[in-house]
Antibody
């Protein structure tokens, strides 16, 4: 059974960088069959897919247009986890951030999800 | 910002049947991309409920069923139970945006 555990700060100042980590158990970050994603949820924007990292003989990343240029998702094979960095934060980035595994399908679906981290962008 | 539109709320008495629509366009559901559904209980993360329009993961009761037609998809809950009170979201892919997209969400209330 795959489980995801998130860690990272809940309060970040405007213009700073958000860093979150998602630790994986029951699967490996370098699996050839899935992808590792970050998704956020806020009252104003609803559920919003942010990006993913996945391994298919080499590492790939895809990012949502809405955050491209500000986001980096990196795998860490030594710790079997992956991370999110989102910079130049504004109050609009406030929300609950989830990590999730994507299962290969057309389109992929997300299962399971991490418990979520409430991130508040405020000075 | 969601490109998939759902009714904000639906309600029903225990034992009744309710349906939730997910309306998209020719660049997502209408383009042939499958729809997945998630259930979000209060204070928890979304949980996969239906994948590939109609398929239930193991452990999901057969009271939940999905369908898909044209530019829309639907989730039906038959034999509504108190534990079904939650928010429900559809998800697909939009070829114009090149993004995975979610519905606006529907709150189900059991009367």
């Amino acid at each position: 059974q795959v489980q995801l555990q998130q860690s990272g700060p809940g309060l970040v100042k405007p213009s700073q960088t958000l860093s979150l980590t998602c630790a994986i158990s029951g699967d490996t970050v370098s699996t050839n069959g899935g992808a590792w994603n970050w998704i956020r949820q806020s009252p104003s924007r609803g559920l919003e897919w942010l990006g993913r990292t996945y391994y298919r003989s080499q590492w790939y990343n895809d990012y949502a247009i809405s955050v491209k240029g500000r986001i980096t998702i990196n795998p860490d094979t030594s710790k079997n986890q992956f991370s999110l960095q989102l910079n130049s934060l504004t109050p609009e980035d406030t929300g609950v951030y989830y990590c999730a595994r994507a299962i290969s399908y057309s389109p992929p679906y997300f299962d399971p999800w991490g418990p979520g981290t409430l991130v508040t962008v405020s000075s | 910002q969601s490109v998939l539109t759902q009714p904000p709320s639906v309600s029903g008495a225990p034992g009744q049947r309710v349906t939730i629509s997910c309306t998209g366009s020719s660049s997502n559901i209408g383009a042939g991309y499958d729809v997945h559904w998630y259930q979000q209980l209060p204070g928890t993360a979304p949980k996969l409920l239906i994948y590939g329009n109609t398929n239930r993961p193991s452990g999901v009761p057969d009271r939940f069923s999905g369908s898909n037609s044209g530019t829309s998809a639907s989730l039906a809950i038959t034999g509504l139970q108190a534990e079904d009170e939650a928010d429900y979201y559809c998800q697909s892919y939009d070829g114009s945006l090149s993004d995975y997209v979610f519905g606006t969400g529907t709150k189900v209330t059991v009367l």
